[in-house]
């Protein structure tokens, strides 16, 4: 079960990277810098370039939908769901999800060739600023959502969070601890935090 939820996070972070990067390459490098010039010469170049990034995008929004799932599944089997503040919590997850859909629909379409996605293209500087705009706050929101679940008040101290997610039967190493905790902070899992 360790090694599954390292899996997961990597997937997250790396599909995190790949879409928030790629897209945030094209608006601030490639677009700003006017790249590819005018003409039959930018048309050739940016359809080279659209069926790559289109595949980047594809392959982020799958390893961010099967993780983002998956983490969602285990938290609420696990009983993590109730520990954590209620509202504030479950809030910000409705609304970082809300979020992800609203940009995995725009990144689809600015790296799509059907009509609507031409037509969005024509428009990139615009469509592209507000899809890096809304990823950039879905990871504020994350980042909100691992801070709230750590120095939640809801957390029973002698029942970690990250424990119960992942039926205990044996005690963490100082380098597990320290690759599933980074960041600890009191009110955090402490270091005899189990896991599976
Ligand atoms: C644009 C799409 C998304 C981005 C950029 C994004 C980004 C992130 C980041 C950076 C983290 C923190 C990762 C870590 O520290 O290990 C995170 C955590 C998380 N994400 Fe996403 N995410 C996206 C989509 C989704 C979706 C679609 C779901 C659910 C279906 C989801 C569910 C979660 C959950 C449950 C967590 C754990 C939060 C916690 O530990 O309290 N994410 N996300």
Same mark, same amino acid.
């Given at each position: 079960?360790?090694?599954?939820? +390292?899996? %997961?996070?990597? =997937?997250?972070? *790396?599909?995190?990277?790949?879409? !928030?990067?790629?897209? #945030?390459?094209?608006?601030?490098?490639?677009?700003?810098?006017?790249?590819?010039?005018?003409?039959?010469?930018?048309?050739?170049?940016?359809?080279?370039?659209?069926?790559?990034?289109?595949?980047?995008?594809?392959?982020?929004?799958?390893?961010?939908?099967?993780?983002?799932?998956?983490?969602?599944?285990?938290?609420?089997?696990?009983?993590?769901?109730?520990?954590?503040?209620?509202?504030?919590?479950?809030?910000?997850?409705?609304?970082?999800?809300?979020?992800?859909? +609203?940009? %995995?629909?725009? =990144?689809?379409? *600015?790296?799509?060739?059907?009509? !609507?996605?031409?037509? #969005?293209?024509?428009?990139?500087?615009?469509?592209?600023?507000?899809?890096?705009?809304?990823?950039?706050?879905?990871?504020?929101?994350?980042?909100?959502?691992?801070?709230?679940?750590?120095?939640?008040?809801?957390?029973?101290?002698?029942?970690?969070?990250?424990?119960?997610?992942?039926?205990?039967?044996?005690?963490?190493?100082?380098?597990?601890?320290?690759?599933?905790?980074?960041?600890?902070?009191?009110?955090?899992?402490?270091?005899?935090?189990?896991?599976?």
């Amino acid at each position: 079960m360790f090694w599954l939820l +390292v899996i %997961f996070r990597w =997937m997250h972070i *790396l599909g995190t990277i790949a879409l !928030v990067g790629s897209a #945030l390459f094209y608006w601030q490098v490639l677009l700003a810098g006017n790249v590819f010039g005018s003409g039959d010469n930018a048309n050739k170049a940016w359809q080279s370039l659209r069926g790559r990034w289109a595949r980047l995008v594809m392959l982020s929004i799958l390893l961010l939908l099967v993780s983002g799932t998956a983490n969602t599944f285990l938290m609420v089997k696990s009983g993590e769901f109730k520990q954590v503040p209620a509202g504030v919590y479950h809030g910000l997850l409705a609304l970082k999800i809300g979020l992800a859909i +609203v940009v %995995f629909l725009l =990144m689809s379409f *600015l790296t799509g060739k059907t009509a !609507v996605a031409q037509r #969005l293209q024509k428009n990139m500087q615009l469509w592209i600023s507000i899809s890096v705009i809304l990823a950039v706050l879905v990871v504020m929101l994350a980042g909100i959502m691992k801070s709230t679940s750590c120095t939640s008040s809801n957390h029973d101290k002698s029942e970690p969070v990250l424990s119960l997610r992942h039926e205990p039967t044996r005690l963490l190493s100082p380098c597990e601890t320290a690759m599933i905790f980074p960041f600890q902070t009191v009110g955090c899992a402490p270091q005899t935090a189990t896991f599976s």
